[in-house]
């Protein structure tokens, strides 16, 4: 008989424990009278060689934005510790400073860092200097927000990060447009032309993942990705799957049916962390991935890139091809 899994619990993995916060005082010290960007401080827009003042809340976005916007850009990332849950994120006065300062902020939306969208009303940013990704690309909260996971998600967020920046900054839209063509063209190559490889190598291949970070990757690389979608969507949650997606997991894990099986190594519940031994002992290649830029000083493309070479890797040792 196989035994229920419980897979969030009080005794919950250090991943899922909220990110620990310096206090106020402190943090108003370290910001200091130079402010929040260091010697430069952020100007009014459509000014010549003035740089853009941008914040964005996770570094994927962040990433994106500093090379699309080169040298005329300052970009300060929020949320960029490979090693903690971005879910249990809690800011701090500095980063609402820095919102306040601003003059774009980019926000994953969907749901996924509501926390941003308090900073935004609380500091009383005008519309047309924030970034709403989840918006640009037709996500709305309570559907799957790990669009950055999505291809085609991240060409249509980069294009309006560069339309942006060309609103709020005129005088450089030749700059601007020649970093989009590049970024799209240059810069992205081998992370478009890796997920066309295993498309056309691994295409219908069954694989497993712990949570729905992994599901618009899949569907792009034609995988089929069989676990419960209601599994993946609660572990995402950190609340319960119901037992019955539990043991429909569990039994594809133990009968083998899936070929590699994908978790997130930012949240590793204890009940994850007894399945992904589970998917080893049965000798089914095992493949990390992050919701944030791994290590925190990598290019988006560079860190998409390389979990691909570990996808690719684990599904040629699953099925020899």
């Keep these: 008989m196989t035994k229920r899994i419980l897979l969030h619990s009080r005794f919950r993995s250090p991943a899922r424990r909220r990110i620990s916060r310096l206090p106020a005082p402190l943090l108003l010290l370290l910001v200091g009278p130079l402010g929040i960007w260091g010697c430069g401080t952020p100007a009014g827009a459509n000014s010549p060689g003035v740089r853009l003042a941008v914040v964005a809340a996770e570094n994927i976005w962040g990433s ?19 090693a903690a849950d971005p879910h249990a994120y809690e800011p701090t006065v500095g980063d609402a400073k820095a919102v306040a300062a601003a003059n774009l902020v980019i926000f994953n939306g969907a749901g996924y860092d509501a926390w941003m969208q308090k900073l935004l ?18 996500v709305s909260p309570g559907r799957n927000p790990h669009i950055w996971y999505n291809p085609s998600d991240v060409r249509r967020v980069a294009a309006r990060i560069s339309a942006d920046f060309i609103r709020l900054q005129p005088v450089d839209k030749a700059l601007f447009t020649r970093l989009h063509r590049r970024f799209i063209t240059r810069d992205l190559a081998a992370y478009f032309h890796d997920i066309a490889g295993i498309r056309d190598r691994y295409a219908s291949v069954r694989v497993g993942a712990t949570e729905s970070i992994f599901v618009y990757l899949a569907r792009r690389l034609h995988l089929r990705l069989t676990t419960p979608p209601g599994f993946m969507k609660a572990v995402a949650e950190g609340i319960e799957p119901t037992a019955q997606e539990l ?18 190594r930012q949240n590793v519940t204890p009940g994850v962390r007894v399945l992904v031994n589970l998917a080893r002992s049965r000798r089914i290649p095992v493949v990390p991935i992050t919701e944030t830029l791994d290590p925190a000083s990598a290019s988006f493309q560079g860190w998409q890139t390389r979990q691909l070479a570990l996808l690719a890797a684990a599904l040629h040792r699953a099925t020899g091809r």
């Design 121 to 138: 009303a609380a500091n009383a940013v005008p519309t047309g200097q924030e970034l709403d990704a989840g918006s640009v690309v037709g």
């Design 247 to 264: 043991l429909t997991f569990n039994h594809q894990i133990e009968s083998r049916s899936i070929k590699v099986l994908v978790f997130n």
């Design 64 to 82: 994106i934005a500093r090379q699309e916007g080169g040298n005329r850009v300052m970009v300060r990332s929020i949320i960029v510790n490979p």
